[in-house]
């Protein structure tokens, strides 16, 4: 009985023992497989995310700021249908992550259609010099399209801070004539590889660097969908109708009240170089609110401004 109770307690101790150590082994084996399939993203000054980032690469994290401005963006984004919708979103929304003045927009639908060239700036960027912007033969808005194509659709961006680039130096002439100072640039290609939507903004506030490119890379297919829906939307209205009832529901009066809107004028200033009651301006404002279907008087300019009714 006493060696029977002896080689059973030595049986259960061995027992014991190696399902400690499989345990022990297989703890060790889960450890290195959550390793390789979770690798370390390292946060701080980094600089791009691509497909497939090693652990080795940098990461950009996104503020909390950041994350609410992307959020609005992309949600604002998905009501555009109309191009004064889109010039507000442009100019508005857009510009928290991306400061500029002016966006050059084009979409190639291939299949020999022509190419749209759109253009959304909250100054005066007259038809002569946005004509030789756009011209298909050596303009620099197609030659930054090419120059996207060539470093394999890579966001570009050009700036004065780093005059010693190689791309930089190749567009600097015609920045400084065209006045456009600091360009940033994305766009999006089909599965052939062929660029089917550029976005080139210009004139930015801010030094360009690797978090503009970043942005760029994650707004771009809401980008390319709200200009895509955008001109969905205008052809398949009659613009000539819409753009003629508009006209004629805004009188004279109320064409003159808009032009002084856009420049900045209050109701006081207004009625005092029209010599008529600032309650008489705001009357004016409302019916023109109304007439436009739009909310306040900076939708009101944007609107006139897309459908060339007045401005």
């Not at 200009?227 to 052809?235: C, S």
Request: glycine share 6%; charged share 20%.
């Amino acid at each position: 009985m006493v060696l029977s109770a002896h080689s059973t307690f030595m049986k259960l101790t061995q027992y014991l023992h190696g399902f400690v150590m499989l345990t022990s082994e297989n703890t060790r084996l889960t450890e290195i497989n959550k390793k390789q399939c979770n690798p370390a993203l390292h946060t701080g000054n980094a600089y791009n995310i691509k497909p497939g980032m090693r652990d080795t690469e940098r990461f950009i994290a996104l503020t909390e700021r950041e994350m609410e401005y992307l959020f609005r963006i992309i949600d604002s984004s998905t009501s555009i249908t109309q191009r004064h919708q889109f010039f507000l979103w442009a100019q508005g929304d857009v510009q928290s992550l991306l400061p500029h003045v002016a966006l050059v927009c084009i979409l190639d639908e291939g299949s020999g259609e022509s190419i749209s060239i759109e253009k959304f700036s909250r100054t005066q960027l007259f038809e002569a010099q946005f004509a030789d912007l756009c011209r298909p033969e050596g303009g620099i808005i197609f030659r930054l399209m090419s120059a996207w194509s060539a470093g394999k659709n890579q966001p570009l961006l050009l700036c004065p801070g780093k005059p010693h680039t190689t791309v930089y130096r190749h567009f600097a002439t015609d920045l400084k004539r065209g006045n456009l100072e600091r360009v940033a640039a994305h766009g999006m290609y089909d599965a052939n590889g062929r660029t089917s939507s550029f976005f080139a903004f210009t004139q930015f506030s801010a030094t360009l660097n690797e978090r503009h490119a970043y942005f760029l890379e994650l707004l771009m297919p809401h980008m390319h969908m709200a200009l895509v829906r955008m001109l969905f939307h205008e052809r398949h209205r009659k613009e000539g109708a819409v753009a003629g009832k508009h006209r004629k529901l805004i009188t004279d009066r109320e064409t003159e009240i808009l032009r002084y809107v856009q420049s900045g004028k209050n109701n006081h200033e207004i009625g005092h170089l029209l010599n008529i009651s600032p309650l008489t301006v705001k009357n004016h404002i409302q019916k023109i609110l109304r007439k436009l279907d739009v909310n306040n008087r900076a939708h009101a300019v944007a609107k006139a401004m897309a459908l060339k009714i007045t401005l």
